[in-house]
């Protein structure tokens, strides 16, 4: 996959195609990553990428003119790449996203700055702007990272092996579970002794219902969110079971405090 970003801070590019999944990645020749100075096609001898907002405010605006030339260079380097731009207003970047863009033989980054872009450039320049989350960053250098991240480790091949991206948070509309290593034994804590046994099929439910709590607890809406298997409905109906004995206990317990006791006599 052909990966190209255009940005006014190019130096902060080089660590990280440098390091970790994404070295490995390059090294492979799974990625052919490339980072693009704007301003190397700002005219003039300052190089020049924002002005003034039309109308008045506050901010700064990115230049339509050296932007297109640097989308529209990345473009000649890399026939049929998708180009994103990173913006709040975006689309909200998912791990369903993730694997669409995994698919594709070319991405183009633009990582906009101050006040956002020109909105020409967007309308004729930009195939999809994506947003990693309801908050503002500084520029889309980071956001950029974190969606590159994200979609190389689904290049098949990058991971070593197929299922390790299969079984990660998400790829299923689950948390992952529980991890755990040695020492079995850890500030009085063991490892579940299911894991301990070799016994593959029951490690495997394990990890299923474990999965399954985990995401009740932490992130439930992607429980309604996604369509139920039997054996999964199967556990949901067997946590409601157990909630509702508690619920019972616990009624019971409160109504046994409020009775008075006897009294005695004088």
């Known amino acids: 996959m052909q990966i190209a970003v255009l940005t006014i801070f190019p130096e902060m590019f080089p660590p990280f195609w440098e390091h970790g999944m994404i070295r490995r990645a ?35 605006v990115m230049k ?34 993730a694997r669409e863009l995994a698919r594709l033989d070319g991405l183009i ?3 906009g700055r101050y006040e956002g872009v020109d909105e020409r450039v967007c309308c004729d320049h930009i ?12 520029g889309g250098e980071l956001a950029a990272m974190v969606v590159i991240d994200a979609v190389v480790r689904l290049i098949p091949g ?28 850890f500030n009085d804590m063991r490892v579940p002794e299911v894991l301990l046994s070799g016994h593959h099929g029951r490690i495997e439910t394990w990890r299923r219902e474990n999965a399954m709590i985990r995401t009740f607890l932490k992130r439930p809406e992607l429980l309604m969110a996604r369509p139920l298997a039997d054996d ?23 109504r046994s405090l409020d009775r008075p006791g006897p009294s005695s006599g004088r």
């Open 26 to 60: 390059v090294d492979a020749r799974k990625i052919h990553p490339s980072t693009v100075n704007i301003r190397d096609y700002a005219p003039g001898r300052h190089h020049v990428t924002d002005d003034r907002p039309y109308g008045g405010g506050c901010g700064m």
């Open 232 to 254: 999964e409905v199967a556990v949901l109906e067997k946590w409601g079971r157990e909630i509702e004995r508690i619920i019972q206990a616990q009624s019971t317990g409160a």
């Open 109 to 111: 980054f633009v990582c």
């Open 64 to 97: 339509a003119e050296p932007l297109t030339a640097a989308i529209q260079a990345a473009r000649q380097a890399a026939p049929g790449a998708k180009t994103v731009l990173m913006s709040p207003q975006g689309r909200v970047f998912d791990q369903k996203m």
């Open 158 to 185: 990058v991971l070593g092996g197929e299922a390790s991206a299969e079984k990660e948070s998400f790829e299923d509309g689950l948390l992952e579970h529980a991890h755990f290593t040695r020492p079995d034994a």
């Open 127 to 138: 195939d999809a702007e994506l947003s990693i989350g309801n908050f503002v960053l500084t």
